[in-house]
């Protein structure tokens, strides 16, 4: 009997110890092993290169950080986004995106909507067990994670409305530390087809969605689903209640004919918040000349992604020769912007403190300083302040 309450009293300890492993260092191996850098810095540029850098404001349009268990407030060597790292790059404005769902097997060319990756992620960060198998819960406990690390730093604001940007950018020429974020949602299958749903993410703060993810929903097709199809009728109320409650429209992922669609239904300007252009590299992901046009035209903002799939090369010029395109087929850059897709399971050349390396490359490559600020923050500061609400 001795022999027997020492094995499995070993085989408990055994347990024990592959489960504390899992949960301390699996999300971190995950996080690391999916949100490479190719150059972690330092990074070095001539002086005069980065006295201009600190005279922008700096926005982005896309991050996933709130996805991962990693304290936002405290500076980290993995992944892309924290807010060390958000000053160390001068970045005044981040938009964090809440993912709740992607398909096993994800790619950019067609994906059911029966399965989910991210449960796994959930459960092995130990997220309360009323997000696994809820999608509407594990947003809001997304932005409950950004909404802690606003009361833990005094330096890190949460920008729900006109005047809270408006009290921002005033009190951050007084503090270039200041920091804000805006949340987002990655796709409406996260209202679970309950209308009523919408009211609680807007009442938790988020102000940019977009109709889908990687795989078709109640809403839309995805750009990289199976129907091809547009806005479903559950998806034009959706589209009416972000116009009427300034919660801005976000058409990245969703099929070209839900662009269209939106097109039709507003008048506000849209937001591409990260991807490419088909010009410079052809996948499904990224918006074609017709769509680019389209977005210029609304007043919008394209938000042009870091990586390897979204620009078809990687590095600083790959970023340029993208957004060089939009330039072109325009006639301006008032409607580039910056989507980097941080910590959004892809490799990236630099973590958000090196942005600077962009900076430098547009420099480089003949941009004026005009269109860089422009690029860096001023457009999509534009879109925030005609679309945002007046007050929370």
Request: proline letters at 4%; one cysteine or more; hydrophobic letters at 40%.
């Amino acid at each position: 009997m001795k022999g027997y309450r020492t094995i499995v009293g070993t085989g408990l300890l055994v347990v024990f110890a592959l489960a504390t492993v899992f949960f301390v260092y699996a999300p971190r191996i995950a996080a690391d092993r999916f949100n490479p850098v190719l150059s972690r810095g330092p990074y070095a540029v001539p002086d005069s290169v980065r006295q201009f850098h600190e005279s922008l404001l700096i926005v982005d349009l896309h991050a996933d950080q709130t996805l991962w268990d990693r304290d936002v407030t405290k500076r980290s060597d993995v992944g892309h986004v924290d807010l060390p790292r958000l000053r160390e790059g001068n970045v005044a404005i981040q938009v964090f995106s809440a993912v709740t769902k992607s398909p096993v097997g994800q790619n950019h060319e067609r994906n059911e909507g029966d399965t989910d990756r991210i449960t796994r992620l959930v459960v092995g960060q130990l997220w309360p067990v009323r997000t696994w198998n809820s999608l509407l819960e594990r947003a809001l406990y997304q932005a409950k994670k950004l909404q802690i690390a606003e009361t833990k730093d005094a330096l890190f604001r949460i920008l729900r409305s006109k005047h809270d940007l408006d009290t921002f950018l005033r009190d951050r020429k007084q503090n270039r530390k200041l920091t804000a974020g805006i949340l987002a949602i990655e796709g409406m299958h996260t209202l679970e087809a309950e209308i009523s749903n919408f009211a609680r993410l807007a009442d938790a703060g988020f102000r940019m969605m977009a109709a889908t993810h990687f795989f078709d929903n109640e809403v839309s097709g995805s750009a990289h689903g199976l129907s091809g199809e547009g806005l479903s009728p559950l998806g034009r109320q959706m589209i009416k209640r972000q116009i009427a409650q300034g919660i801005m429209i976000d058409v990245a992922h969703i099929s070209p004919a839900a662009i269209d669609d939106i097109l039709e239904m507003s008048d506000e300007p849209l937001v591409f918040s990260h991807g490419g252009v088909q010009a410079t590299c052809p996948t499904p992901r990224n918006l074609s000349d017709r769509h680019i046009k389209a977005i210029a035209e609304s007043g919008g903002v394209i938000g042009v992604g870091y990586w390897d799939t979204a620009l078809c090369g990687e590095g600083v010029d790959a970023i340029i020769r993208a957004m060089s395109h939009i330039r072109e087929l325009t006639g301006s850059t008032e409607n580039i912007a910056l989507g980097s897709d941080f910590d959004g399971t892809v490799t990236t050349p630099f973590d958000t403190a090196g942005i600077i390396m962009l900076t430098e490359g547009l420099l480089s490559a003949g941009y004026t300083e005009t269109e860089i600020r422009q690029i860096m923050g001023e457009n999509a500061l534009r879109v925030f302040l005609q679309v945002l609400p007046l007050s929370d």
